[in-house]
C-alpha cells in the first residue's frame, strides 16, 4: 500500500513570497490532515478535512495560510505571503476516518525555509 | 486544558543498553487515546503503539514495551537492547475521544552510540 506523498520535499523562498505543498493521502482515506513542526517541537495541526469539507481549522493562520482538498482527494496548503516564522515542516497525514481512536499516516513532509 | 510533556530533550545510550522515554499527560476527559511516534531523520512519523485510557494493561512488541499509569498520568516508553536503527526523535501524544486534535509533546531525541 502506499503511502502518504507530499512534495516538494523542500522549499527556500524570501519572505513575501507564496508557495504551495501538495500531499496525495493513502487511497481511500476519507480524512486528511496539515500539520505544521516548528523545529525543536511537536506538530500542530493547522487544518482538518472530512472528504473535501473543513472539519477544523481553528489553528490555521487564515490571513496567509489557506488550504483545500478539491474531489476529497488530494490537498494543497497555500501560504501567501510567507514570513519568517513559517520556517518549519510541513506533514500531511491521513486516516480512514475522522475518529481519535484511528491511527493517521505521515507523510515525509515539506521542508520550508523562509529567508 | 490537554498537555504532554517529554521533560528529555535529549539521551544518549550505547548500542544494547536499555533505555525509557517519559511521557507526562495531562487532561480532564475521562475517555483518550495515547500514541507514541517515531520520526526517522527521514522526517515521516511512524506510528508506533495506541493506547486507549481504560486499558492500563502493559504492552511488550519486540524490544519495544510501554508502561501506561494512569495514577501518575504517565506513558512511559522503554526500548530493550537498543540498536543504531532505533536513532530518532519520540513522539508522546494524546488525542480526546471526542477530539480530532492530536497534543504531542515537545519530543525526545534519542542517540544510540554503536
Known amino acids: 500500500e502506499a503511502g502518504v506523498a507530499q512534495s516538494p520535499r523542500y522549499k527556500i523562498i524570501e519572505k513575501r513570497q507564496s508557495v504551495a505543498f501538495w500531499c496525495n493521502p493513502i487511497?481511500?482515506?476519507?480524512?486528511l490532515y496539515w500539520y505544521q513542526q516548528i523545529l525543536g517541537q511537536g506538530p500542530k495541526l493547522l487544518i482538518q478535512?472530512?472528504?473535501?469539507?473543513?472539519?477544523?481549522d481553528s489553528q490555521l493562520p487564515k490571513d496567509r495560510f489557506s488550504a483545500e482538498r478539491l474531489k476529497g482527494v488530494d490537498s494543497t496548503l497555500k501560504i501567501q505571503p510567507a514570513k519568517l516564522e513559517d520556517s518549519a515542516v510541513y506533514l500531511c497525514?491521513?486516516?480512514?476516518?475522522?475518529?481519535?481512536?484511528?491511527?493517521?499516516?505521515f507523510g515525509p513532509g515539506t521542508r520550508l525555509t523562509v529567508l | 486544558a490537554q498537555k504532554v510533556t517529554q521533560a528529555q530533550t535529549e539521551i544518549s545510550v550505547v548500542e544494547k543498553e536499555d533505555v525509557t522515554l517519559d511521557c507526562v499527560y495531562e487532561?480532564?476527559?475521562?475517555?483518550?487515546?495515547l500514541f507514541w511516534y517515531k520520526q526517522p531523520p527521514s522526517g515521516e512519523l511512524v506510528f508506533l503503539i495506541r493506547r486507549n485510557s481504560f486499558d492500563e494493561q502493559n504492552e511488550i512488541s519486540g524490544r519495544y514495551s510501554w508502561n501506561f499509569q494512569k495514577s501518575t498520568s504517565s506513558f512511559n516508553f522503554t526500548i530493550t537492547a537498543s540498536q543504531v536503527v532505533d536513532s530518532a526523535v519520540y513522539f508522546c501524544?494524546?488525542?480526546?475521544?471526542?477530539?480530532?486534535?492530536?497534543?504531542f509533546g515537545t519530543g525526545t531525541s534519542l542517540t544510540v552510540i554503536p
Open positions: 501524544a494524546l488525542i480526546q475521544n471526542t477530539g480530532n486534535q492530536f497534543y
Open positions: 478535512f472530512q472528504n473535501n469539507g473543513v472539519v477544523d
Open positions: 487511497s481511500g482515506h476519507a480524512t
Open positions: 487532561t480532564r476527559d475521562t475517555t483518550y487515546y
Open positions: 497525514a491521513s486516516s480512514s476516518t475522522g475518529g481519535s481512536y484511528n491511527e493517521q499516516f
